[in-house]
């Protein structure tokens, strides 16, 4: 397909380019930290737009088998860094694969850049990004992918609120929303869906008491899940959020999920590149 690069074929734990990263071998309980890619088969993806504009993404899928459910990872504001490298996205992207047979689809919106490429287009406030929503979600369909949820971060829970209530969309798992630009009118055709939304304590936004109030009006179905301790960027709240994930997504898969890692992984660091 063009655009696509096939990496770490044979479900090794290659990271993007192959530079940079480290083999952290095979051994008992190698400890899973925020640098560990774990085995995937890797794909750098493009995804075009019905408005014309080609964005950069990658498809992660589990090395040994056929997905069970597929994430498609909508990233933070990129005006004030936000990209599909933020940490807890590239964390989804190296770790669930391999310990929760995911799909995990990420990409930059309009105008993003990241280690990966930038995005044509630039930044829409949230309107013109409805055709990258709707490009992520033709992909996963043209792929064959299941069960798809949208999942958000920050700007991204507008963008899977806003454009993302459609057929093919299983649920939304929502990671500190703040409901910007978020209004009634799109909450609600949400109601009857799975949203899951995790919020921290100390969210400058949109704290869980209000968090409970907005959704239960609007979304009255929607679960709210605090974070106790926690701030809007959930710096140091990773293992939780990415537990809390698969617990919506695949609640039949333990959690919290496994810490440590037997067999081939990777250690590598991200250029974190500024929009």
């Known amino acids: 397909m063009d655009g696509q ?3 770490a074929a044979r479900g090794t734990a290659a990271g993007r380019h192959g530079v940079g990263g480290r083999i952290c071998g095979v051994g008992d309980g190698v400890r899973i930290t925020a ?15 019905a408005d014309g504009l080609r964005l950069v993404g990658e498809l992660s899928l589990p090395a040994g088998g056929p997905p069970r459910a597929t994430l498609v990872l909508l990233h933070p504001l990129p005006t004030h860094g936000g990209m599909m490298d933020s940490h807890l996205w590239r964390k989804a992207a190296w770790r669930l694969p391999a310990l929760a047979d995911l799909a995990v689809l990420r990409f930059n919106t309009r105008g993003t850049v990241s280690e990966a490429g930038r995005s044509e287009g ?11 929503v709707a490009a992520a979600l033709a992909f996963a369909t043209g792929r064959g992918l299941p069960d798809v949820w949208l999942v958000g971060w920050s700007f991204g829970t507008d963008l899977a609120l806003m454009h993302g209530c459609d057929p093919r969309v299983v649920g939304a798992v929502l990671v500190s929303p703040p409901l910007r630009w978020s209004t009634a009118e799109h909450l609600a055709p949400w109601t009857g869906r799975p949203v899951v939304c995790l919020v921290p304590e100390f969210d400058d936004y949109l704290p869980p008491d209000e968090a409970r109030r907005r959704f239960g009006a609007d979304v009255p179905t929607a679960t709210v899940v605090d974070f106790p301790g926690a701030r809007h960027l959930m710096v140091g709240q990773s293992d939780k959020v990415l537990d809390a994930i698969v617990a919506a997504v695949r609640p039949e898969v333990p959690t919290p999920l496994p810490r440590t890692w037997s067999g081939p992984c990777e250690k590598r660091q991200v250029t974190i590149v500024a929009s």
Not at 35 to 49: Q, S
Not at 122 to 132: K, L, Q, Y
Request: aromatic share 6%; net charge neutral.
């Open 35 to 49: 640098n560990t890619v774990l085995p995937a088969r890797r794909e750098d993806v493009t995804l075009v737009t």
């Open 122 to 132: 630039s930044f829409d406030n949230a309107v013109g990004e409805r055709f990258d």
């Open 5 to 7: 690069r096939l990496r």
